[in-house]
């Protein structure tokens, strides 16, 4: 079946940074758009970045402007998610999606803790 694997979540200092990934199998990867989905605890889950199938293009939250960067390798099957200058307000479940029409998939999610 349709696997979404999220790999890259620990344990950061504010300021930090990690990288995310998200190893995708048995769909058409290229045909879907790539979101990043976060839920911290007690909150909704929010899209946090999306980059689109046809160009690549990308969109991000207002609150990660400027500090995370979503791409995408279609060759490996595998959408990325570097987030930089990490803040304690990013601490949240991060999870994969991908997305064709009314088709949606979702990863089991990746802890992500900025703390001191």
């Known amino acids: 079946q349709v696997q979404l694997v999220e790999s890259g979540g620990g344990l950061v200092q504010p300021g930090g940074a990690l990288r995310l990934s998200c190893a995708a199998s048995r769909f058409t990867f290229s045909s879907y758009a790539m979101s990043w989905y976060r839920q911290a605890p007690g909150k909704e889950r929010e899209l946090v970045a999306t980059i689109t199938s046809a160009d690549g293009s990308k969109n991000y939250a207002d609150s990660v402007k400027g500090r995370f960067t979503i791409t995408r390798d279609n060759a490996k099957n595998t959408v990325y998610l570097q987030m930089n200058s990490l803040k304690p307000e990013d601490t949240a479940v991060y999870y994969c999606?991908?997305?064709?029409?009314?088709?949606?998939?979702w990863g089991q999610g990746t802890q992500v803790t900025v703390s001191s």
């Open positions: 999606n991908a997305r064709l029409a009314y088709i949606h998939y």
